[in-house]
């Protein structure tokens, strides 16, 4: 059976007290003598009394509380970005509601939907890997909830939202292959319609492009990005193409399912194909060899968004204009793709 919560009214009746001079002894009020102070506080240990703090602020017009929803928590990167966001939420003064979408479009719109009926004083959302309607999201808008989105993002000019360079260390990651001798460069690339995908793939045809290389349309295979995804896309590119020598991965999970065929075609790395990513993931440092990567600043990118965050719900009705705030990446090389070194 469920135990009964001891209310103010409760206390009132034990005491024989009006609902208001409880409900101002417990929250300290001047007009109220120390001894009813205790007396009340005594019986609300008595009863196991706790006062419903979100009852409290939004009787003020606010939760203190921010909603978040992510894809998922697995991996480094969203765990960190969480972190930063929680880092300065709770410095703020606000709690969080973290929600994960597991990649499903219908779990994100259930996800929205429980942070509004939450009354959440704001909402992060990173989208899933297959969210292509964004109605749920407009109607967050609509209400006239802040509403913030990072790395995976609705491209809007009308929406706020924190981004890596993603086209830059696409980029950056291809150059570093040529620079160390790689002349024919696969691409494990994700969903086009997700502009984190979509612009690494073009810093790769890009950074191809201006040393001299034509992209070879054989050399790129497109998948969800998990580490089976990469297992079988690399398979299908040494079936097209057995002289590749580079690999650049959306992803570090994908490259990881790439680099277990590599070696189980008996080919070496980086000596015969030479491997880089993207996310820096604690995994990244434990594989053998090492994983070059590119880094996002996840703490950063949540400190930011959460910043861009607080900024609006501070404005309260004032009119804020929408911000894109881009962050630098940086290229982390190990030894996966350090050829010259050897």
Known sequence: MPIHRASISDLAAQLNLSVSTVSRALSNNSR???????????????????????????????????GIVIPHIDGQFFALVVKGIETLANQAGFNLMICQSNEKVEQERKNIEALLNAQVDGIL????LYTQDFQHLEEVRRRGIPLVFFDRIMESPLTS???????????????????????????????QHLNICRNRYQGYADALQKHGYALNPALVHFSDLSMQDGREGMQALLRQVPILDGVFACNDLALVGAMQMVKQQGLRIPQDVALAGFSNELFDSLTEPMLTS???????????????????????DQEIAPRHVVLQPTLLIRGSSQRKLL
């Open 32 to 66: 109220i003598s120390e001894a009813t102070k205790k007396r009340v506080w005594d019986k609300a240990r008595e009863l196991h009394y706790q006062p419903n703090h979100l009852a409290a602020a939004l009787r003020k017009g606010r939760s203190n509380t921010l």
């Open 294 to 316: 590119v880094d996002q600043r996840c703490e950063e990118m949540g400190k930011t968004a959460v910043q861009l965050l607080l900024d609006m719900i501070a404005a309260g």
């Open 125 to 128: 959302v990173s989208i899933s």
């Open 161 to 191: 939202a924190v981004v890596l360079d993603d086209y830059q260390g696409g980029y950056d990651a291809v150059s570093h292959l040529i620079e160390q001798g790689c002349q024919r460069i696969a691409h494990l690339g994700g969903p």
